[in-house]
């Protein structure tokens, strides 16, 4: 039956079909056959968190060969959440993206460019499917290179400079990450994670399984772009072309601290990370400092695309601040804001693809009057900037009263307050677009502007709608979240 074979269908689709993508002439079809296989995957998406909620945990080998000694993809609840998301947003992203790729990106590029936007969800849902830790870096390097390669496809010379830097920093965390893996294989000799937890409690005195942690631990941080680990981010999500930062913002970080949670709660267990080596002693004032330093700094942005990309740093903080809490509520928190912020991120980053559509620039005092010239893309952007701040009825507000709670249930009432402050702030940076947007007078060559193309709006409203939906309706996300939080404290 080919429904016991989704697990890995869900990794392999897409993988076959990029070097198809490549082989396709220049017209709609590369477009074409890379929306379908993303729609086709969050189908398969869907189906495993049916699964997973009728009948529990999915275990798929491959090639028969039993764990620990064969490759086994391994879908939980928190792994099938995951992948729900990444799959949705990538389906979204891409049914829009057709327009933004014709604008932004040489027709010559057109099939490569499906091509690596295909291996880059390739990596993404194979890091989140695979319980085997060697094959989290095979997948992490297919996500990361050709991630690499989209950014640079942008139509500036600061793309190639951001993919250059992203390259850097992403292959030392990769290596910093490939060195964690051998210590522990060295150790324990197995690389599938649920025989490593099984394992580590037999060796968890070795300096090395210490200093396998610690490798882990920063090299994932790099990847997920924590404070001080976070230089390349800004760059790459300014530079590169509309549809990869949309992309990006919206998932690659996320699959990033998924990885964090498996390593965390996973492998290493709950004992080992927070009891033995005090890991919240040192997440807890990273992420303080990233929420406050990333908003003073996106207050003073003088472009949209990186101001939303220092806010994205401070929505990170906001998630390993989660953790830092060493709670059920804490990660509970985590979890939510997880799945919430990626598509308010999306719908903003949309926001702005709309607006680099029609006035090709997200410079502020480019966008004097753009509310006037395009209602929706604006009114899209104010609702989904209120989501970031977390104003009720939207999903930013059911993510921040959950990390609230969370840190009153552990008495932290003066942190409280610092989200409290940081959330003030992102009201000043995400007013500063509005004023624009609706207080100035638009600029003479706006005259003929038209609103944004009618399927790239669309899917920006979808976006801006899910971010409302799921701030009215919180039972899908708390639930899974909940659920998540239990099985990854086993």
């Given at each position: 039956?080919?429904?016991?074979?989704?697990?890995?269908?869900?990794?392999?689709?897409?993988?076959?079909?990029?070097?198809?993508?490549?082989?396709?002439?220049?017209?709609r079809l590369p477009w074409m056959?890379?929306?379908?296989?993303?729609?086709?995957?969050?189908?398969?998406?869907?189906?495993?968190?049916?699964?997973?909620?009728?009948?529990?945990?999915?275990?798929?080998?491959?090639?028969?060969?039993?764990?620990?000694?064969?490759?086994?993809?391994?879908?939980?609840?928190?792994?099938?959440?995951?992948?729900?998301?990444?799959?949705?947003?990538?389906?979204?992203?891409?049914?829009?993206?057709?327009?933004?790729?014709?604008?932004?990106?040489?027709?010559?590029?057109?099939?490569?460019?499906?091509?690596?936007?295909?291996?880059?969800?390739?990596?993404?849902?194979?890091?989140?499917?695979?319980?085997?830790?060697?094959?989290?870096?095979?997948?992490?390097?297919?996500?990361?290179?050709?991630?690499?390669?989209m950014i640079a496809m942008g139509?500036?010379?600061?793309?190639?400079?951001?993919?250059?830097?992203?390259?850097?920093?992403?292959?030392?965390?990769?290596?910093?990450?490939?060195?964690?893996?051998?210590?522990?294989?060295?150790?324990?000799?197995?690389?599938?994670?649920?025989?490593?937890?099984?394992?580590?409690?037999?060796?968890?005195?070795?300096?090395?399984?210490?200093?396998?942690?610690?490798?882990?631990?920063?090299?994932?941080?790099?990847?997920?772009?924590?404070?001080?680990?976070?230089?390349?981010?800004?760059?790459?999500?300014?530079?590169?072309?509309?549809?990869?930062?949309?992309?990006?913002?919206?998932?690659?970080?996320?699959?990033?601290?998924?990885?964090?949670?498996?390593?965390?709660?996973?492998?290493?267990?709950?004992?080992?990370?927070?009891?033995?080596?005090?890991?919240?002693?040192?997440?807890?004032?990273?992420?303080?400092?990233?929420?406050?330093?990333?908003?003073?700094?996106?207050?003073?942005?003088?472009?949209?695309?990186?101001?939303?990309?220092?806010?994205?740093?401070?929505?990170?903080?906001?998630?390993?601040?989660?953790?830092?809490?060493?709670?059920?509520?804490?990660?509970?928190?985590?979890?939510?804001?997880?799945?919430?912020?990626?598509?308010?991120?999306?719908?903003?980053?949309?926001?702005?693809?709309?607006?680099?559509?029609?006035?090709?620039?997200?410079?502020?005092?480019?966008?004097?009057?753009?509310?006037?010239?395009?209602?929706?893309?604006?009114?899209?952007?104010?609702?989904?900037?209120?989501?970031?701040?977390?104003?009720?009825?939207?999903?930013?507000?059911?993510?921040?009263?959950?990390?609230?709670?969370?840190?009153?249930?552990?008495?932290?009432?003066?942190?409280?307050?610092?989200?409290?402050?940081?959330?003030?702030?992102?009201?000043?940076?995400?007013?500063?677009?509005?004023?624009?947007?609706?207080?100035?007078?638009?600029?003479?060559?706006?005259?003929?502007?038209?609103?944004?193309?009618?399927?790239?709006?669309?899917?920006?409203?979808?976006?801006?709608?899910?971010?409302?939906?799921?701030?009215?309706?919180?039972?899908?996300?708390?639930?899974?979240?909940?659920?998540?939080?239990?099985?990854?404290?086993?």
């Open positions: 039956m080919i429904a016991a074979h989704y697990p890995i269908l869900q990794v392999v689709i897409p993988l076959i079909a990029a070097p198809l993508c490549s082989l396709l002439p220049r017209s056959l890379a929306t379908s296989i993303a729609w086709i995957s969050f189908a398969i998406s869907i189906f495993l968190i049916f699964q997973v909620n009728a009948n529990g945990t999915l275990s798929y080998e491959l090639g028969s060969w039993p764990a620990p000694w064969g490759i086994q993809y391994y879908i939980d609840t928190i792994s099938a959440f995951v992948l729900v998301l990444v799959t949705a947003i990538a389906a979204i992203t891409l049914l829009a993206s057709r327009q933004l790729v014709e604008n932004e990106i040489d027709s010559s590029k057109h099939s490569l460019f499906y091509t690596a936007f295909l291996l880059c969800l390739t990596g993404l849902l194979g890091i989140v499917a695979t319980g085997d830790a060697f094959n989290v870096f095979v997948f992490l390097e297919i996500s990361s290179l050709s991630s690499y390669a139509d500036n010379r600061k793309a190639l400079t951001a993919s250059y830097e992203y390259l850097i920093m992403g292959t030392i965390g990769a290596t910093f990450i490939l060195i964690g893996i051998g210590l522990l294989y060295m150790q324990t000799g197995t690389l599938n994670m649920l025989d490593l937890k099984a394992r580590i409690h037999d060796v968890d005195s070795f300096r090395s399984v210490h200093a396998a942690f610690a490798f882990f631990t920063v090299g994932i941080c790099l990847k997920l772009a924590l404070f001080p680990l976070h230089h390349w981010l800004p760059n790459a999500y300014a530079h590169a072309p509309s549809v990869v930062s949309i992309f990006l913002a919206a998932t690659a970080t996320k699959v990033a601290l998924y990885l964090l949670y498996r390593v965390f709660y996973t492998i290493f267990g709950f004992d080992f990370s927070f009891s033995l080596l005090h890991l919240g002693y040192i997440l807890l004032p990273l992420s303080i400092i990233a929420i406050v330093i990333s908003a003073f700094t996106a207050i003073f942005q003088p472009g949209v695309k990186r101001l939303l990309a220092y806010s994205s740093l401070g929505q990170i903080g906001y998630m390993t601040m989660g953790i830092s809490l060493e709670t059920k509520a804490g990660l509970i928190a985590s979890i939510i804001h997880l799945f919430n912020h990626a598509f308010i991120k999306g719908a903003l980053f949309m926001c702005m693809a709309c607006i680099i559509a029609r006035i090709h620039s997200t410079r502020l005092e480019h966008l004097a009057g753009v509310g006037r010239v395009m209602p929706w893309t604006s009114a899209a952007f104010v609702i989904a900037g209120l989501a970031l701040i977390g104003v009720p009825l939207t999903s930013g507000f059911i993510s921040k009263w959950y990390l609230v709670l969370a840190i009153l249930e552990k008495d932290y009432w003066w942190l409280a307050l610092i989200v409290l402050f940081t959330s003030l702030l992102s009201v000043i940076y995400i007013w500063r677009v509005i004023e624009q947007m609706y207080f100035r007078e638009p600029n003479e060559g706006y005259i003929d502007v038209k609103e944004a193309p009618p399927l790239l709006l669309t899917c920006t409203w979808v976006m801006v709608l899910i971010t409302l939906y799921f701030g009215i309706d919180t039972r899908y996300p708390v639930e899974m979240a909940t659920a998540a939080a239990q099985a990854l404290l086993k």
